[in-house]
């Protein structure tokens, strides 16, 4: 029987660096981004967004996020276990991470566009494939492990590993989903948390050398190499065409390609 791609997994993370949550179904913003992605995020005293990529203690908080109540659950080795209203209690939230990471913290929210990397580009995708795909390339990574690495919004089934590495360079296909029409805008270039654990923040040996490898090695032929400036990159940074105020998608919507 023949698979038909579809949406395996949506995945936001509601405070940009801490652990996403995987949801049903997902609002599309106008920007392209799915609602609570990046909600909020940690800020240092000089206004400097926090993150794993520039600390590595943000590995050792789990984190837990109700989007209906608002309601924040985090711990970390240094701390008591709490839960905040980040809507309504953001000091005493503020005071917990200022507490774990000895330093001054503030929390900001954006509901309308979210705090990403890349304003001005919407939803990251990648084939559940390519999850197993690269899991298989370390011995010390599992399935689950690697999804939490490359923290990406939508895993689409159904699809061959780097299907999502079709979508970018010149004359590059676009794909819907829910009525909403996408196009790659980029590919994700990779800075050093998906070589750390999700955990502990420990660093795997080698990880950038060995993916690049790897990468390499399993270019598929339908990919347009021109639009990788390396390849220590992966996953799709996409585009929404059109700015819709009710766009839905959800965990089995299927997924078409357009090709023109």
């Known amino acids: 029987m023949t698979t038909k791609p579809q949406i395996e997994k949506l995945r936001v993370y509601p405070v ?3 652990d996403g949550i995987e949801v049903k179904v997902a609002d599309v913003r106008a920007n392209g981004t799915l609602a609570h ?9 000089n206004g400097n967004v926090l993150n794993a990529k520039r600390d590595e203690r943000l590995h050792a908080i789990t984190a837990d996020y109700d989007p209906k109540a608002g309601v924040l659950t985090v711990d970390a080795p240094s701390a008591t276990a709490a839960q905040f209203d980040l809507v309504h209690d953001t000091e005493a939230a503020e005071a917990w991470f200022s507490d774990v990471l000895d330093e001054p913290v503030t929390i ?4 309308d566009r979210g705090i ?4 001005k580009l919407g939803l990251s995708v990648v084939s559940t494939e390519t999850v197993r795909t690269v ?5 010390e990574l599992t399935v689950e492990g690697t999804r939490r690495r490359l923290r990406t919004n939508v895993e689409v089934s159904g699809v061959p590993a780097f299907w999502e590495d079709q979508f970018v360079g010149d004359d590059a296909p676009a794909f819907e989903v829910g009525g909403l029409r996408f ?5 994700c270039s990779r800075c050093v948390v998906p070589g750390r654990d999700p955990d502990t923040g420990e660093p795997l040996p080698k990880f950038r050398k060995r993916f690049i490898e790897k990468r390499r090695e399993t270019v598929p032929e339908w990919v347009n190499e021109d ?4 390849w220590f990159a992966l996953t799709t940074i996409t585009r929404l065409e059109g700015s819709p105020t009710d766009g839905t998608i959800r965990v089995g919507d299927p997924v078409t390609l357009i090709e023109e």
Request: net charge negative.
């Open 16 to 18: 940009k660096s801490l």
């Open 37 to 45: 992605d990046r909600e909020f995020a940690l800020f240092d005293a």
């Open 108 to 111: 900001r929210r954006d509901t």
């Open 116 to 119: 990403p990397d890349r304003p």
């Open 135 to 139: 899991a298989s390339w370390f011995d």
């Open 183 to 187: 196009e790659g805008a980029i590919p």
């Open 227 to 230: 639009a990788f400036d390396h």
